[in-house]
């Protein structure tokens, strides 16, 4: 096991170039960069990060490496990303029920997909470093009081109270303890035994087995137990019946945060990111020149950029000239939330023109962005349906101009929440008060999500075939 050297902050003198391999800090706050917390006290500032800076890393760049490999498989069309988790994880969330949940719900997933369709899944949780969050406003009002928003837990406190919404650089340090304590967690959840494919009759809930589709999945699961027998009495049996790979993946929004856990990778030199393995850049702060862009230009990890329904050719080629200068097969994915209504004049265009460039990026579908509505009652949320009409319209576009739908990307949760209407459940706006946890996006829940992966698995059978 190699290990990594902190990267020096501001002594370290480069240009922001891209590729230039190293980017101090001082070169990256010089460029402009949206959504980034207010701190009053600066001093405190540069005081956690020093601590930062010291800190083990969180995942190892031999880790991103293969995790690049991974991606250059979706990229050539031979395997499928399952990219879920919250929206925003919190401090609070931390417990082992709910980390397992949410583990169970991407494993259960991941088996519909593998199983249905016959292609390999390349599991990436939104989870352990998801704790920043952009905003479209920076301001609430409540009764007359105007307050900061809420920016996440790394940045400040849901609770509308003006000590709870004051940026706190602080939270960072608890930030980068929460998301280590959750990567073991799913380190030893994955490898531990807990994902050997004979516990996925236990990965159900009740609530999932008294669902429409909870017979289906039973069904599924006995199958692969047939199977795995068959294999083991043949005397044939391997480690992927009982560990599986999960990769963390997050935003990358907190320009301190990010880049004091950038590390010199020892084998080579180059500096990888080390709060994750996948980080993304946002729809809100992908501006070419941004600072976003140069973080991430800058460290050796797989990384995506979220497409929004405004981006043009142009926009995109300039993502490939600066974020994948070499052309590396897996190092850049494309991150489409269009929209359910515009998913289909929007991404085809996009994806011809990428392709006849000659860039080698994998194409990953958020179905959830594009379409959040707010409903009478006020909560955020989305349809079920208008969330899978985009996922038909991603796999419509791809099968149009002969690319590789390579994946989804799904804020969900592991619980029965009632964030999102419909679904088996045929929950309604009046539902949402029931149970409506997140703290920021709204997910499907676990029927909804393993509603979501037995209809994925049909359009990715087709795409296979
Ligand atoms: C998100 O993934 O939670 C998010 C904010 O997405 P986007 O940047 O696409 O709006
Ligand atoms: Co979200």
Wanted: glycine share 10%; charged share 20%; hydrophobic share 40%.
């Amino acid at each position: 096991m190699h290990v990594s050297a902190p990267l020096p902050g501001a002594e370290v003198g480069s240009t922001p170039t891209v590729g230039a391999g190293v980017i101090s800090l001082e070169d990256l706050r010089s460029l402009p960069a949206e959504q980034q917390p207010e701190y009053a006290d600066s001093e405190r500032v540069d005081q956690v990060m020093a601590e930062l800076r010291l800190l083990p890393p969180l995942v190892f760049a031999g880790e991103c490496d293969t995790l690049t490999d991974r991606m250059a498989q979706v990229a050539r069309g031979e395997a499928f990303v399952l990219q879920g988790g919250d929206c925003a994880e919190t401090l609070a969330g931390v417990r082992a029920a709910s980390i397992r949940n949410t583990l169970r719900t991407l494993l259960s997933m991941s088996v519909v997909l593998t199983y249905a369709a016959g292609v390999p899944v390349v599991k990436l949780g939104r989870i352990a470093g998801q704790y920043a969050k952009p905003r479209s406003k920076p301001t609430e009002t409540r009764g007359g009081v105007e307050l900061p928003a809420y920016r996440g837990d790394a940045v400040n406190g849901f609770p509308f109270t003006a000590a709870d919404r004051a940026h706190d650089p602080d939270r960072l340090l608890r930030v980068y303890n929460a998301s280590a304590a959750t990567l073991n967690l799913v380190r030893a959840f994955t490898q531990g035994g807990e994902a050997d494919l004979r516990q996925v009759h236990a990965w159900n809930s009740a609530f999932v087995a008294a669902s429409p589709l909870g017979a289906s999945y039973e069904r599924l699961a006995r199958e692969i137990d047939r199977a795995i027998g068959f294999m083991r009495a043949c005397g044939i049996d391997s480690p992927a019946f009982s560990q599986v790979d999960l990769y963390s993946s997050h935003e990358a929004l907190l320009l301190e945060y990010e880049h004091a856990m950038t590390r010199i990778d020892s084998r080579t030199g180059i500096p990888y990111n080390t709060s994750g393995h996948f980080l993304w850049i946002g729809e809100r702060t992908r501006q070419v020149g941004g600072a976003h862009m140069a973080l991430l230009a800058n460290v050796a990890n797989p990384i995506g950029v979220k497409l929004g329904p405004t981006t043009t050719l142009e926009q995109a080629l300039d993502y490939v000239r600066v974020l994948n200068p070499d052309n590396v097969p897996g190092r850049l994915t494309f991150i489409t939330r269009m929209g359910a209504a515009n998913i289909r004049s929007v991404l085809p265009p996009l994806l011809r023109g990428v392709t006849d460039a000659g860039a080698e990026v994998a194409w990953i579908s958020d179905p959830m962005h594009g379409n959040t509505y707010e409903a009478e009652s006020g909560y955020k949320t989305r349809r079920f349906d208008d969330v899978l009409d985009e996922v038909y319209g991603f796999f419509e576009a791809h099968a149009a101009e002969g690319t590789w739908p390579g994946g989804v990307h799904v804020e969900l949760s592991g619980e029965e929440v009632t964030e999102c209407v419909g679904g088996g459940y045929q929950l309604v706006e009046g539902d949402l008060a029931q149970r409506y946890e997140s703290v920021c996006d709204p997910r499907l829940n676990r029927a909804q999500s393993l509603e979501m992966a037995f209809l994925v698995a049909d359009m990715l059978a087709k795409a296979a075939r």
